[in-house]
């Protein structure tokens, strides 16, 4: 087997990148990219699974402090583990988290009279999100959206405190508006995130697999509630 360490090797495979019009950042970036795709995939399914069953088992809906506390300190666990293998572990524990808090969400919704519907949409509206952004994001045309990683942060430190708000003090109009502004703010972040993948801004690939997890969850349950509004859920 060939050194890749070896500067033969290193010149060599770098030749072939410039022929394919790639920088070597951007070649290893597509490899993290590869594998952020296939973890998200195994972390979706494995959630919506999980959610599946809270649903069909009418497991109770986790309190608010219950659920920031799972959230955060899975979250905070994952960056700390992020470079060991107890980082999947943590990986597949915090999304398995999420899931469980969005069965009762969708046993909920489930029960008005459009609600297969209404979660139907959703999620067909998620996914074409999804996949029309990232393909948007890698174009040669698209907007370099890396200088825009700290009004994303604010932007959703903010969304983040007006949804207490709106949840503490029962402002339902609030609410809905914090819903209408994730849905932009998750749409940046997915295109900022996979640009720093493809960029070699990011070479972790857990962190970007839970970067566009919490993103695709955020968008899912943002389109719930607005379209549940919309459809007479109050």
Not at 89 to 95: M, P
Not at 151 to 158: A, K
């Amino acid at each position: 087997m060939a050194d890749r360490n070896n500067p033969v090797v290193l010149d060599t495979a770098r030749a072939e990148w410039a022929a394919d019009g790639l920088t070597t950042d951007q070649s290893s970036g597509l490899k993290v990219l590869r594998q952020t795709y296939q973890l998200l995939a195994m972390t979706l399914l494995f959630s919506a699974a999980v959610a599946v069953t809270a649903m069909t088992l009418g497991l109770p809906r986790p309190g608010l402090l219950v659920t920031l506390g799972g959230f955060f300190g899975l979250l905070f666990l994952t960056q700390y583990l992020r470079n060991s293998a107890w980082g999947l572990v943590s990986v597949f524990a915090l999304t398995g988290f999420m899931g469980y808090t969005l069965g009762p969400i969708l046993a909920l919704y489930s029960g008005l009279p459009n609600g297969s519907q209404i979660i139907a949409t959703a999620f067909g509206t998620t996914a074409i999100a999804f996949v029309g952004l990232s393909i948007y994001a890698r174009s040669a045309k698209t907007p370099d959206m890396m200088k825009f990683g700290s009004f994303l942060t604010i932007g959703i430190l903010t969304a983040f405190v007006l949804g207490l708000v709106a949840f503490f003090f029962q402002m339902p109009a609030l609410s809905l508006a914090v819903s209408g502004l994730f849905v932009l703010l998750m749409c940046g972040l997915i295109m900022w995130q996979t640009q720093a993948i493809v960029n070699g801004g990011e070479t972790n690939y857990i962190i970007t697999t839970v970067t566009l997890f919490v993103s695709i969850y955020n968008l899912f349950t943002s389109l719930l509630h607005l379209l549940g509004f919309m459809g007479g859920d109050d």
